[in-house]
Nanobody, 125 residues
Framework: QVQLVESGGGLVQPGGSLRLSCATS????????IAWFRQAPGKEREGVSC????????WYADSVKGRFSISRDNARNMVYLQMTSLKPEDTAVYYC??????????????????WGQGTRVTVSS
């Protein structure tokens, strides 16, 4: 299993911003779809965003559209999740994931096979 490393989580006030990073030294991220998931306490894991490898197209969960933005930095071999206008309900552990052929299958996030250890985001005043 490949090693993905997330960073950038922390405590932020409602309305604030954070940028999460996903990195690996084991393969070239731009060649693969990369997704962000999150899991809040007591809730199921949910797909947040994904960026394709073919044309850079992106997908967002309805709950984060207009507030979150996924991007690649190919020179640094990283994928970012810029989160703005954060809400308490965004509180969760955020994971980046790889090892899926595409982002979306039949309207839902694909099954990704490799995961990072997660980074915790807490939105609270």
């Amino acid at each position: 299993q490949v090693q993905l490393v997330e960073s950038g989580g922390g405590l932020v006030q409602p309305g604030g911003s954070l940028r999460l990073s996903c990195a690996t030294s084991e393969f070239t991220l731009k060649n693969y779809p990369i997704a962000w998931f999150r899991q809040a306490p007591g809730k199921e894991r949910e797909g947040v965003s994904c960026i394709s490898s073919s044309d850079g197209s992106t997908w967002y969960a309805d709950s984060v559209k207009g507030r979150f933005s996924i991007s690649r930095d190919n020179a640094r071999n990283m994928v970012y999740l810029q989160m703005t206008s954060l809400k308490p309900e965004d509180t969760a552990v955020y994971y980046c994931a790889s090892d899926a052929p595409v982002c979306i299958v039949r309207g839902r996030m694909a099954d990704f096979g490799s995961w990072g250890q997660g980074t915790r985001v807490t939105v609270s005043s």
